[in-house]
T-cell receptor, first 115, second 115 residues
Framework: AQKVTQAQTEISVVEKEDVTLDCVYE???????LFWYKQPPSGELVFLIR??????QNEISGRYSWNFQKSTSSFNFTITASQVVDSAVYFC????????????FGGGTRVLVKP | GAGVSQTPSNKVTEKGKYVELRCDPI?????LYWYRQSLGQGPEFLIY????????DSGLPNDRFFAVRPEGSVSTLKIQRTERGDSAVYLC?????????????FGPGTRLLVL
């Protein structure tokens, strides 16, 4: 069975600080996909990144970066030089090829960036 | 282009009543998903459509919940004999489907409150 754990329920930082969100997953499938979504106060889930299990290359997109490590089953997300607009709940999600297209989400991490 | 739309945005009903929630996917997306998000938790999968047929309904909690997608576009989630525990945000997502775990794009959700 697939499972996603986001151990940090809430993180509070001051603007311009870096913040790293942890995501640990469990799967028995060798082919799977990992995702991060952002849910701002408006409530809509916004897609950030998709990574497949065969691509462990880390990725950077502007102030966002992702560290995928299969050896520790982790897919961590870092926001560099945080801004107030980054305040939101962030979800990590997993999709196993064998289980079809459904996403299994973690419990989410609430990030509060104070000015 | 237009994103996933959901109506109504909010629905208040009384225990025991019947409700219908509507989802209009992104044009050209053949796959459609329903999730339920309770307060403070990550979304949980309910059902997935590929075209008109339900490819995976393993997440529906019981037989009070039913969903249709008669023409392969708009979908309706139907809840009979609503209970207070059904109160949640119901999220719809859509994706193209090329046999891979394509990225799911979410709508703004319908917030259901059962009194």
């Amino acid at each position: 069975a697939q499972k996603v754990t986001q151990a940090q329920t809430e993180i509070s930082v001051v603007e311009k600080e870096d913040v790293t969100l942890d995501c640990v997953y469990e799967t028995r499938d060798t082919t799977y996909y990992l995702f991060w979504y952002k849910q701002p106060p408006s409530g809509e889930l916004v897609f950030l990144i998709r990574r497949n299990s065969f691509d462990e290359q880390n990725e950077i997109s502007g102030r966002y970066s992702w560290n995928f490590q299969k050896s520790t089953s982790s897919f961590n997300f870092t926001i560099t030089a945080s801004q107030v607009v980054d305040s939101a709940v962030y979800f990590c999600a997993l999709s196993e090829k064998a289980a079809g297209n459904k996403l299994t989400f973690g419990g989410g991490t609430r990030v509060l960036v104070k000015p | 282009g237009a994103g996933v739309s959901q109506t109504p945005s909010n629905k208040v009903t009384e225990k025991g009543k019947y409700v219908e929630l509507r989802c209009d996917p992104i044009s050209g997306h053949t796959a459609l998903y329903w999730y339920r998000q309770s307060l403070g938790q990550g979304p949980e999968f309910l059902i997935y459509f590929q075209g008109t047929g339900a490819a995976d309904d393993s997440g529906l909690p019981n037989d009070r919940f039913f969903a249709v997608r008669p023409e392969g576009s708009v979908s309706t989630l139907k809840i009979q004999r609503t209970e207070r525990g059904d109160s949640a945000v119901y999220l719809c997502a859509s994706s193209v489907h090329r046999g891979l775990q394509e990225t799911q794009y979410f709508g703004p959700g319908t917030r259901l409150l059962v009194l």
